[in-house]
């Protein structure tokens, strides 16, 4: 179940595809300007970012499921294995996966799988949504 505990501050978007990036870096300004944005290309990106410390904590991360290098589903795993990242909340972000694969995703410890928006105020409508919520973990 889903309760307000406390705001997101600061967000990562992982997803190789740079036009989405872009489109969800205005959608966010639009739900919520005052979230820290930080983005990485793929898992492997993200997790040397999050190591090294070249990007901030995140209190949330939206994660692509396909993606070279290394897919959402083995970031998850990595993120969730790490002492450091085991408790940041993660939402998988994909344009369509089946039912099987979203409950793998579950079963590793995502909060919530959504499907991307076609449409930018679809994706201003989800990002508000979720914003407003924060996971009890």
């Not at 966010?28 to 005052?34: G, I, P, T």
């Not at 940041?88 to 369509?96: E, H, I, K, P």
Request: net charge negative; aromatic share 10%.
């Amino acid at each position: 179940m889903w309760f307000v505990t406390k705001k997101i501050s600061t967000l990562l978007l992982v997803d190789d595809d740079q036009d989405d990036r872009f489109l969800f870096k205005e959608a966010l300004a639009e739900a919520d300007n005052s979230v820290i944005f930080n983005e990485a290309a793929n898992g492997a990106d993200a997790l040397e970012k999050l190591v090294s410390g070249k990007v901030l904590l995140p209190d949330l991360i939206f994660l692509d499921v396909n993606m070279p290098r290394m897919n959402g589903l083995d970031c998850l795993k990595h993120l969730k294995e790490n002492v450091r990242f085991k408790d940041v909340s993660v939402v998988m972000y994909s344009t369509s996966a089946s039912d099987d694969y979203q409950k793998e995703c579950f079963n590793h410890g995502a909060k919530l799988f959504i499907e991307k928006p076609s449409d930018f105020w679809q994706l201003c409508d989800k990002l508000k949504n979720v914003l407003k919520t924060a996971f009890q973990l």
